[in-house]
């Protein structure tokens, strides 16, 4: 499967963005999808998941990040609320297809869209 990731763009703290990644290929409903972010400097890690059995995320951003899907579309999404300036990064978005470990590891996910990056200024 090919990802692209697209919606970033620089605003304001305490701004929105919906990310958006649309995936290629007739089987995108099986994989587990998720979003994940590198800020300059910093490794790789873990934003939001997609199962089939519910949604994840990562401590520094429940409340204020929602990840979705649909899968009509073949996209899945990332919606950004109260951003602030330690949010600033690319954002990569990722598809697990054989289940093999924990979707919280950049390591478990197969494939990986090109990034897009949201800057927010204080």
């Known amino acids: 499967v090919q990802l692209q990731a697209y919606g970033g763009g620089l605003v304001q703290a305490g701004g929105s963005l919906r990310l958006s990644c649309a995936a290629s290929g007739r089987t995108f409903s099986r994989y587990v999808m998720g979003w994940f972010r590198q800020a300059p400097g910093k490794e790789r890690e873990f934003v939001a998941a997609i199962t089939w059995s519910g949604t994840y995320y990562a401590d520094s951003v429940k409340g204020r990040f929602t990840i979705s899907r649909d899968n009509a579309k073949n996209t899945v999404y990332l919606q950004v609320n109260s951003l602030k300036p330690e949010d600033t990064a690319v954002y990569y978005c990722?598809?697990?297809?054989?289940?093999?470990?924990?979707?919280?590891?950049?390591?478990?996910?197969?494939?990986w869209g090109q990034g897009t990056l949201v800057t927010v200024s204080s």
């Open positions: 990722a598809a697990d297809g054989d289940y093999s470990g924990s979707w919280l590891a950049a390591s478990t996910y197969d494939y």
